[in-house]
């Protein structure tokens, strides 16, 4: 990503006021340097912002306090532990890498499709040269170099993203085409495809002007806007759902088009949602400011039942469509909605055992599929975890 194209995504995140995205490659070394230096190192994306679902961490933020945080009971009783709700149908996972087609010493997947097929990532030096690729059954394919910072994947293996200048595109049947901007709009952020090729997004324009929008991967220069102007899109289920948010409160939008707000935490001014599968969405709200700064705490809702919960974690990255959370707290974890988890298991030959030294991502709407990252020796390389009953 190049410094012009970091000022452009840095200003449309501005304008557009959705959440910060999922890491991607820029957060991966970004992650690796704080680790070993404690500090921030210059020369790196400062602001990564098409992998699709943002990562709860302490952000630069103004308003007013909010509520503090309620105590954050333990996972599980061992954090090294495997719970399941069934005990007769344990769940075993297995870690193996993905191959990289380039060279790069950042290499991280980032996406998975519903089925857990579509696997899609990164490969880069993480400054200016980052490639996306998309692998098929474990099958490496590099997407034309105007295809940069994918979002998502869908099970017909349709990759859609966002070019460093704002302009929206869908990589599918193995062609690349770009997606419309609505008049009266500058830019906008794609960060979600489902299975019909629906494509949710949002337009942004001057000032702070901005409105959910919906492409199709079948004719990418046509759209729909959702909503009102104030509003924005950040994913979209397989039946059609959008979800996002209006003036600040997370917001559904239905097929139809019918909108209506969802719930925010008891005490908690407002809130916003990231990503959702199947009848789940996560998103964050405000916590308590520190020193300037407000750590984001975790939420999910519901979609089926409208209900909210905060989350006991420092921070969730993804959810399937069973409910289970994808908590990457330095060593990734799966969170069933009963509570029981089961911790994600490294590679044999990776040596490194500091928290960090695995990312984890996207994960399938069946639970079974994680994608992420592994780093050692001063690079990542990407990896997927294949788990089953």
Sequence with gaps: MTTLDEERIAALLRSAQVPEPRVDVGRAVRDGRRRRQRRRVGGVAAVTVLAGLGVVGVVELGGVASPSAPARPAVAASPTAVASAAAAQPVTCEASWLPQPINGSVAVANGVDPTGRYIVGDIGTGNEDGRVVLWTDGRARVLPASARH????????????????????????????????????????????????????????????????????????????????????????????????????????????????LAVPDGYPHASVDSAHGGWAIGMVPGEPTGGAVQMLPVRWNLRTGAVTLLPFPGASAIAGTGDLLVDDGAPLVVAPDGTSRRLPGRPEVRATEAGTYTASGISDDALTVVGAVYENEAYRPLVWRCRR
């Design 150 to 261: 994918a979002a998502a994947v869908n099970a017909r293996g349709d990759v859609v993203g966002t070019d460093g200048d704002g302009t929206g595109w869908v990589y599918r049947n193995g062609k690349l085409r770009f997606l419309a901007t609505p008049p009266g709009y500058q830019a906008v952020l794609v960060y979600a495809v489902n299975g019909r090729g629906d494509i949710a997004g949002t337009a942004s324009g001057a000032g702070e002007s901005r409105q959910a929008v919906l492409w199709s991967a079948d004719r990418p220069q046509e759209y729909r806007l959702i909503g009102r102007p104030g509003s924005a899109a950040t994913a979209i289920t397989e039946d059609g759902t959008v979800v996002g948010s209006m003036d600040r409160l997370p917001y559904r939008w239905t097929p139809e088009g019918t909108g209506a707000a």
